[in-house]
Each structure stands twice: as structure tokens, then as C-alpha cells.
């Protein structure tokens, strides 16, 4: 049995640890709120974007001729994975990195095994967990989140497809944790270039005559690549809520456990310390026992 010195040394040790999951439960919640209403608020608009690309490009000979949707014999790959940049949040990041690592297994293990599969990280968990595993990875947007805007996510969006254009790369996949609530996260997997054909509308969309202002070539031109990079932000707004609601609950769940623990504990230290009285009284009296009879 542990002695009275070590149990309350425990007890002091899990008091404090309970005091800082109860902080970063607070921080989370309070970030959950802000990043929940950015992916709420910008989940219409960009679904809308691809809803109308996809009305567009149904009827126009331009769409066709766009760099990103051209498909190609896949020799390159680049996987753009959204992880977080710490850690504490349950099995956020595993996940993540788990998808990851099953994409590349079920559609590019021949690309992967040539060397030929390149990894962009947007957070540090992703970066060191496929650096740890030898692949190449490109950490020039890892530190997204330090300062989350459309502007650093579009660097990166702009980088991919610059590189698909150029034919470093001939598909783009995207692996990130979508955001349900603060107790349910998806792993999506979403190929981003080429381009995915998009269902047509109720009706044959292309027997419909548009009207293009200024012109259907400038329209198409600008959408598309807006289209992208829209997709791209919106997969790492997704993520950021996410890690924020995964991390608040594994900390609300940590503080329960802390609170489950330290009430063994205070059983123990309880037990023990009436125990060390009653050998105590014990002595006292065989000692008392000892002096009359002597």
C-alpha cells in the first residue's frame, strides 16, 4: 500500500492536471464558437460555387478546355492533408493521418512505392507523422492556422494548381476532418484536381441556352479556379472547427476522469490514513499494557 507522503503527492498532481484540461476546455469552447460560425457561414457560398460550376461547364465548350479538369495517366500524386498543429485532441489527427495513408494504399501504392506520392501538410501533426514514414512532404503552408484567412489558404490552393497545370502533378487529392458537432468528426477524402464532373440538374442541362455576360470563356476562366480555392478554404475551416470541437471534448473527458481518479484516491488516502491511527492506538495500548504488567 502507498503511503500517505505518495498519495497526496497524486492527488496534488492530478488536482493540477484537472485545473488545466478545465482551462482548455474553456479555450477550445470558446474558439469552437468562432470557427463553427466561418465554416457555417461559408458553406452555402461555396456549395452554391459548385452547384454553378456545375450548371456552366455542363453547357460550355470552354470548361472542357480548362487545364484543371484535363486528365492524364496519374504518375504524380500530391496529397494535401489538414491536420492541427497540436496535439491533445483525441484521435483527430490519427484519423486524418490513417486516411491518408488508406488513400494511398488502395489507389496509389505503385505511385508511392516509385517515390512519386508528395504530401502538402496545412499542420504540424501531419507533417511529422508522414516525415517519420519517409515520404516527401512539402511544409511551405504548414503554419496556416497561425493566421487562418482565404489569403494563406489560397497560397496553397495556388501552389497545387500551378503544379497540376505544369504537369508536376497529375491528381490532387484532399484529406481533412469535416465538421459535424463538437462530438462528431468525418474524415473526408475529396479529389480536388483534375476537376470531377458534376451531375447534371434536374433536366439536361446542356439542351439550356445561357446568356454569358461579358462572355462564357471570361465566366468559366474565373470560375473554375475560384471554384478550387473556395473548396480548398472550406476543407480547412472544416478542419479548424473540427479540431476544436475534438480537442473540448477530449479535455471535458480527461477532466471527468481526473475528477473519477482523484475520488479513488482520496478513498485510498482515507483507508491508509485510518489505518496508520489504528496501528498507532494499537501501540499505544500494547504499549500501556506493557508498562501496568511490567
Known sequence: MASLKEVRARIASIN???????AMKM???AKLRRAQDNITQLRPYAQKLSQMLGTVSAGAETASESPYKQTRAIGRVLIILVTSDRGLCGAFNTNAVKAAL???????ASQARSGSVEIMAIGKKGAEAFQRRGFKVNTHHV???????FNTVRAAAEEAMEGFA????DVVEVVYNEFRNAALQIVRTEQMLPIVAAESPAGNASSINY??????????????PKTIKIQLYKAVLDSNAAEHGARMTAMDKATE????????????YN?????????EILEIVGGAEALANG
Open 16 to 22: 493540477s492536471t484537472q485545473q488545466i484540461t478545465k
Open 257 to 268: 476522469n481526473a475528477g473519477e481518479l482523484l475520488k479513488e484516491l482520496r478513498l485510498v
Open 27 to 29: 479555450v477550445s469552447a
Open 102 to 108: 488508406a488513400l494511398i494504399d488502395e489507389k496509389y
Open 211 to 224: 446568356l454569358f455576360e461579358p462572355s462564357e470563356e471570361q465566366i468559366v476562366t474565373e470560375l473554375i
Open 143 to 149: 503554419d496556416i492556422f497561425g493566421s487562418l484567412n
Open 166 to 169: 505544369n504537369g508536376r502533378y
Open 271 to 279: 483507508r491508509t490514513r485510518q489505518a496508520a491511527i489504528t496501528t
